[in-house]
C-alpha cells in the first residue's frame, strides 16, 4: 500500500558513506530464538559486512555467556532477569553507570536502540545526556500482548509510555506500513518504513525431504499444513486448532506439525492431539521443516512483521493468513496466497478447508508465485535501508533538527 504522506527531508547528509561506529542495544539477540533476535542479527551482520563497527549492548544470557562471544563481536554484557514465562530469556536491567563510562570513554557515532525495556530506556536516557544520536526500532506490540493476558488496563500506559520512548529519538524504524499508520494515530512521530528480508538460501524448496516426511509418518501425498511460531496466547492458537479441523474435514489424512515451543504448548496439544510437535528447529533443520511441508497457516494478529510468513513464502509454500502486518503486504489474495480480513475467523477456517479442497497442484502452484514474491525481499537491500536511517540519525543529530528543506530525502519516512 502507498502512502500520500510526504518524505522526511534531513539536512546535510554525509556527501560519502563513511563508516560507522554503532551502539546497538538490545534485550535479545541469538542464541535465544524469536523473530526480534534473529532479524537484528541478520542487520547487525550486514552492517558488519559493510564494514561498519558494532558494539553490541545486551543482558547476560547465560553464566557461560562471555565464552561463547559471537565471531569476535564487540559485546557488552550487563545484567538481566528472566521473563516470566520465558525462562530462558533475560530482560536487561537498567546501566546508566556502566553505559556513561563505556560511551565516554569511546563515543560512539550514533546508539540504535532495538528494544524498549528496562535497559533500552537506561540507554536512551544516557545517550541523551551525552548528546548522542539514537535511533529506535519498532519490533513488538507490547500494548496488544496485554490484551491477550488479563491486563488489558495496561493498554493505554503501556501505548503512552512508548510513545515517550519513541519520541524522543530521531527517527523510529517500523516493519509495515500498517503499522505506521496505526502508531501515527497514536501521536508516534518520524516513523521510517523499513521491512524485513529473508534468506532464500535457507529458505528454499530445495530442501524438501521426503526422508523428514517420513519420519512424520506420512506419504508423498499426503498434505501437510505447518505452523511457526511461539506458542502462547497472543498467538491465536485456537484459530489454528480450528482450521486444522476444517483441512482434516475436508481431507481425514492432512497433519499438523507445530514447530516452536511456549506456555501454551499444552493446551494446543489437547485441542489437536494428532498434531506432530517439533520443538524449536534452526538454521538448515528448520529450512527443512518448511519445504517438507505443503501448505503454512498462520493465524496471529499481533505481529509487527511476522518473519515466518516471509520464511514460509520463500520456502514455496501456500501460505494462509489474516490481512495484517508482512502477510498484508505480500500476498495478493488467490494467487500467492490467501488472506481472511482481520478477526474474521469463520473467514479464515473456510479458506483453510478450500485450502485442502483445491489440491496440491493448485497449492504447489500458489507456493511457486510465494516463492517468487519473497525473492523480492533479500536482505541486502533491508540493510542498506537501515544504514540509510542510521546516516540520517547521525545528520539528524549534527544539525539539531529534522526539517522540510533542501537536502538529501530519505524514502519511506513520515
Known amino acids: 500500500m502507498s502512502s500520500s504522506l510526504g518524505p522526511i527531508v534531513v539536512e546535510h547528509m554525509p556527501p560519502a558513506r563513511r563508516s560507522m561506529r554503532i551502539a546497538v542495544v538490545t534485550e535479545t539477540y541469538p542464541p535465544e530464538v524469536n523473530g526480534v533476535a534473529l532479524t537484528l542479527q541478520r542487520v547487525v551482520e550486514g552492517l558488519r559486512a559493510l564494514q561498519h563497527d558494532i558494539q553490541l549492548v545486551r543482558p547476560r544470557q547465560t553464566d557461560g555467556d562471555l565464552a561463547r562471544r559471537l565471531d569476535r563481536l564487540d559485546e557488552v554484557l550487563v545484567r538481566g532477569v528472566p521473563i516470566p514465562r520465558y525462562p530462558e530469556m533475560k530482560m536487561g536491567m537498567p546501566a546508566n553507570k556502566a553505559l556513561v563510562q563505556l560511551w565516554s570513554r569511546q563515543r560512539p557515532d550514533l546508539v540504535y536502540i532495538a528494544t524498549e525495556g528496562p535497559l533500552g530506556w537506561s540507554a536512551l536516557q544516557i545517550a541523551r545526556k551525552l548528546k548522542l544520536p539514537v535511533c529506535s526500532d519498532f519490533r513488538t506490540n507490547f500494548h496488544v500482548y496485554s490484551r491477550h493476558y488479563g491486563i488489558g488496563w495496561l493498554y493505554r500506559p503501556i501505548m503512552s509510555y512508548l510513545r515517550k520512548f519513541h519520541n524522543r529519538?530521531?527517527?523510529?524504524?517500523?516493519?509495515?506500513?500498517?503499522?505506521?499508520?496505526?502508531?501515527?494515530?497514536?501521536?508516534?512521530?518520524?516513523?521510517?518504513?523499513?521491512?524485513?528480508?529473508?534468506?532464500?538460501?535457507?529458505?528454499?524448496?530445495?530442501?524438501?525431504?521426503?526422508?523428514?516426511?517420513?519420519?512424520?509418518?506420512?506419504?508423498?501425498?499426503?498434505?501437510?499444513?505447518?505452523?511457526?511460531?511461539?506458542?502462547?496466547?497472543?498467538?491465536?492458537?485456537?484459530?489454528?486448532?480450528?482450521?486444522?479441523?476444517?483441512?482434516?474435514?475436508?481431507?481425514?489424512?492432512?497433519?499438523?506439525?507445530?514447530?516452536?515451543?511456549?506456555?501454551?504448548?499444552?493446551?494446543?496439544?489437547?485441542?489437536?492431539?494428532?498434531?506432530?510437535?517439533?520443538?524449536?528447529?534452526?538454521?538448515?533443520?528448520?529450512?527443512?521443516?518448511?519445504?517438507?511441508?505443503?501448505?503454512?497457516?498462520?493465524?496471529?494478529?499481533?505481529?509487527?512483521?511476522?518473519?515466518?510468513?516471509?520464511?514460509?513464502?520463500?520456502?514455496?509454500?501456500?501460505?494462509?493468513?489474516?490481512?495484517?502486518?508482512?502477510?498484508?503486504?505480500?500476498?495478493?489474495?488467490?494467487?500467492?496466497?490467501?488472506?481472511?480480513?482481520?478477526?474474521?475467523?469463520?473467514?479464515?477456517?473456510?479458506?483453510?478447508?478450500?485450502?485442502?479442497?483445491?489440491?496440491?497442484?493448485?497449492?504447489?502452484?500458489?507456493?511457486?508465485?510465494?516463492?517468487?514474491?519473497?525473492?523480492?525481499?533479500?536482505?541486502?537491500?533491508?540493510?542498506?535501508q537501515v544504514e540509510e536511517v542510521l546516516y540520517a540519525t547521525i545528520a539528524a543529530g549534527e544539525t539539531s533538527q529534522v526539517a522540510d528543506a533542501r537536502g538529501r530525502t530519505i524514502a519511506g519516512a513520515a
Do not use: C
Open 169 to 384: 529519538t530521531a527517527f523510529t524504524m517500523v516493519p509495515s506500513e500498517s503499522l505506521r499508520q496505526q502508531l501515527r494515530g497514536h501521536g508516534f512521530e518520524r516513523l521510517m518504513l523499513v521491512t524485513r528480508g529473508v534468506d532464500t538460501e535457507q529458505f528454499t524448496p530445495a530442501r524438501r525431504s521426503e526422508a523428514l516426511r517420513a519420519q512424520w509418518g506420512v506419504s508423498p501425498d499426503t498434505p501437510v499444513a505447518l505452523y511457526v511460531g511461539r506458542l502462547a496466547t497472543e498467538k491465536n492458537l485456537d484459530a489454528l486448532a480450528n482450521a486444522f479441523r476444517a483441512m482434516q474435514a475436508q481431507d481425514a489424512a492432512t497433519r499438523l506439525v507445530v514447530v516452536g515451543e511456549g506456555p501454551a504448548a499444552p493446551q494446543l496439544a489437547a485441542a489437536v492431539p494428532d498434531a506432530i510437535f517439533a520443538g524449536t528447529r534452526r538454521g538448515e533443520d528448520l529450512g527443512a521443516h518448511y519445504a517438507s511441508s505443503d501448505l503454512f497457516i498462520f493465524p496471529s494478529m499481533t505481529e509487527t512483521f511476522g518473519n515466518v510468513t516471509l520464511e514460509a513464502m520463500a520456502s514455496g509454500l501456500a501460505v494462509l493468513a489474516y490481512d495484517h502486518a508482512s502477510a498484508g503486504q505480500m500476498i495478493h489474495s488467490g494467487s500467492n496466497g490467501l488472506l481472511a480480513p482481520l478477526g474474521d475467523e469463520p473467514t479464515f477456517v473456510r479458506l483453510a478447508r478450500e485450502l485442502v479442497a483445491g489440491g496440491r497442484d493448485a497449492a504447489r502452484q500458489m507456493g511457486l508465485r510465494a516463492r517468487e514474491s519473497a525473492g523480492e525481499a533479500g536482505w541486502d537491500r533491508i540493510v542498506a
